[in-house]
């Protein structure tokens, strides 16, 4: 049997509301919810409180056995490669393995299991359940790599799985990229999950050395936060970079032709276009449909505006989805490209809230939590890629009192409209999931700094990925390479 570990928590909230139940009707209609708030009679503005940032919502701590098992990564062997190939490579995995928070990382491993060969019995009196061992080949002439691993189940005295994986060079780009598969490919052995070590992400920033705050660039980091350079170079002010669902463009509104546009970044040969040149007024928030055909976005002012989406692939076909007198921003595609879940300000309370809104036609559906009167602000939806949950930021009270919201995810089909609180310090916004549905990138502030972070939604545990940087927008790739392959 697997040996017990200590259990995980997360912060888990109640919240209960009017619904007529059932997704996706599950959720108050705008205009029912508000009704029937009208009718109950508004109720006195009550601060946030540091325990209670959503009053009516029950903040508490479950524990949960949840097993973690320990694994370690056995000191490389080298065949035709160097000695310091080896150890950066053991590095990037054993790090990845640590930071997928699916293993208790073992080190410091005693002499006798550095030997030739799988000592079971001696690796179980260590406590480790499994075992990653391997081999490095060069191939002498443009320095590709045969990276040969085998996973010992140390419980089961077998192997458990072998494979060999095509690495580039050591001075490739996306050398680090393609070991990052192989450590997704070992998650995916143990667990039955592919992990996300090869992934990246987005956000924007004052560019390094720029004085003026105003002027923002995209930059994109590695999932374990190595490799960070700039995307774009605008001198502007650039917001809301999105990545395509192949991972190999990224799109986002920039100000540099003075009217804010929609732009879009070939990764591959550093092309730009015009990404939507059709409509008026200012362009922001894009997202791709699943597909990566078309596109939706926001359009400010003047008059029609609201929600749109364009044909990329054959450059045509604005369409207004909507929008009115209020303001309909932020808009994020479901994963089945039937739905959108977007932010709104119709309540009429300098509120934004977030809606669920069924492309074939039908009501919004309001999905943050609301109370009359008590104000609130909830922003950046972001859809799980697995489409059960979606991610959003916020906290009731006013944005200048209380400046401090945290990461909520809904569970669009679990009952009860049950909210799960992520964050329990400082000011979280901007959430975005991983393509394993499991973990969320975010920009936060703590008391030691601001910076971009990653919270498992399993365990709770956070870390930083970016440090002392005043990050916004972040948004987690898609899978960029498999089995040492990058797409």
Known sequence: MRRPTASSAWTNLH???????????????????????????????????????????????????????????????????????AREIEGIITRDLDYSDRFQVRDSLPPALGGEGVQYALWEQFGVDWVVTG??????????????????????????????????????????LAVHSVSDALVGWVTG???????????RMRAFGEENPNLTEIYVVDFDGENLRRLTWDRSTVTSPTWSPDGKRVAYSSFKADMPRIYELNLEDGQERLLVPEGHGQHDSPSYHPDGNSVAFT?????????????????CCLKYL???????????????????????????????????????????????????????????????????RVAFAGGIGSRRQANRYHILVAKLEAGGNRLLQLTQEGNNEDPSWAPNCRHIVFTGERSYGK?????????????????????EDTDWSPWLAENGVVR
């Open 193 to 203: 999950d592919r992990g996300v070590a090869a992934t990246r992400m987005l956000f």
């Open 299 to 315: 359009i400010v002012g003047p008059e029609p505006e609201g929600l749109f989406t364009y044909n990329i692939r054959d450059g």
């Open 322 to 388: 909507g929008g009115g007198r209020f303001n309909d921003l932020q808009p994020n595609f479901s994963p089945d490209g039937e739905w959108l879940v977007f932010v709104s300000t119709r309540l009429r309370f300098s509120t934004p809230q977030v809606y669920l809104r069924p492309l074939a036609g039908g009501d919004d559906e309001l999905l943050s939590p609301f109370r009359y009167g008590e104000g609130g602000f909830f922003t950046d939806p972001d859809w799980s890629p697995c489409g059960d």
């Open 15 to 85: 919240l209960e509301w009017p619904t007529p139940g059932g997704f996706p009707s599950r959720f108050a209609t705008a205009r029912t919810c508000l009704l029937f708030l009208l009718a109950a009679g508004a109720s006195s503005p009550v601060a946030a409180q540091e325990n209670e940032l959503i009053p009516g919502v029950e903040l508490g701590f479950i524990f949960e056995g949840v097993y973690v098992p320990p694994i370690a990564v056995k000191p490389l062997t080298v065949a035709g490669a160097d000695v310091g190939l």
């Open 451 to 471: 910076g971009v972070f990653i919270v498992d939604t399993v365990t709770g545990r956070t870390r930083v990925l970016v440090a002392n940087v005043e990050a």
């Open 135 to 176: 081999t490095i080949e060069t191939d002498g002439l443009g320095g590709g790599i045969a990276f040969s691993v085998e996973l010992h189940d140390i419980v089961f005295g077998s192997l458990k799985a072998a494979a060999t994986f095509p690495l580039p060079a050591r001075d490739h780009p996306d050398f680090r």
